[in-house]
């Protein structure tokens, strides 16, 4: 098994099937700031790592029109299928680390909220942002958010020490809870982790894969409580040429 590969987690455990009990629940003040920021409603939209909906649930609420969104979890597809099918919501199967360039259009914005480049392994990282750049259109949006490093910067930095790394630049953490249970298994080698970014990290990563103007917001020196700062979000561009 992968360690990087959270894909067993929400087919098969409790933490699939918290997912799933949050199918349609609200956002968090952070998500719909950013999610205003798309005011085009009419432009074709693509969330990654959909898990059961919740974010596209409410950019169609929202008003969106154009919205397809991918997992790579069967259990939740079908999920989200299920409990969003009064919607005309796209759902369709899908890893974004070898599915991205098969996709058969181009889209104007795509949306990355709920972590879902924290679960790729840092030998993913370059190549999946480079496949998303290349699936926006030219002038489109992409949104998403990041496990900030900084949050809980002493916690992290004694996991990354006693857990072993397979990249020099990108911490992966383990898992310290998995549904609502302590990861007892969060120190073998096998257990499945988390990429945590540094904000100036994942800037040079962005503008590596081709954005611009990236902006980051709910930073550590704006007035948040711990929690909120967990979580790093930014927008970036891909520009005219």
Request: glycine share 4%.
């Amino acid at each position: 098994m992968d360690s990087y590969n959270n894909q067993h987690l929400y087919n098969n455990s409790a933490e699939g099937l918290k997912w799933k009990s949050r199918a349609k629940s609200p956002l968090i003040r952070q998500e719909q700031d950013i999610i205003n920021l798309l005011d085009n409603k009419a432009a074709s939209l693509i969330e990654l790592g959909t898990g059961a909906g919740r974010i596209a649930y409410h950019l169609h609420l929202a008003g969106h029109t154009d919205i397809t969104a991918v997992d790579y979890s069967d259990n939740l597809i079908e999920c989200a299928r299920d409990v969003h099918a009064d919607t005309p919501i796209e759902f369709i199967k899908g890893d974004i680390t070898t599915d991205l360039p098969g996709l058969n259009k181009k889209y104007d914005n795509i949306v990355a909220l709920q972590q879902v480049l924290c679960f790729l392994s840092p030998a993913d990282i370059k190549t999946a942002l480079a496949d998303i750049h290349n699936l926006l259109n030219t002038g489109g949006i992409l949104i998403g958010s990041v496990l900030n490093f900084n949050s809980r910067y002493l916690i992290n930095k004694f996991l990354q020490t006693i857990t072993p790394q397979e990249s020099n630049s990108i911490a992966t953490i383990p898992w310290m809870k998995i549904g609502s249970d302590f990861n007892w298994k969060m120190l073998s080698a096998m257990t499945p982790k988390n990429i945590w970014f540094f904000e100036q990290q994942l800037l040079s990563l962005l503008k590596e894969a081709g954005f611009k103007d990236v902006k980051f917001f709910n930073r550590l020196d704006e007035t948040n409580d711990d929690d909120e700062c967990k979580h790093l979000y930014f927008m970036a561009n891909k520009p005219e040429i």
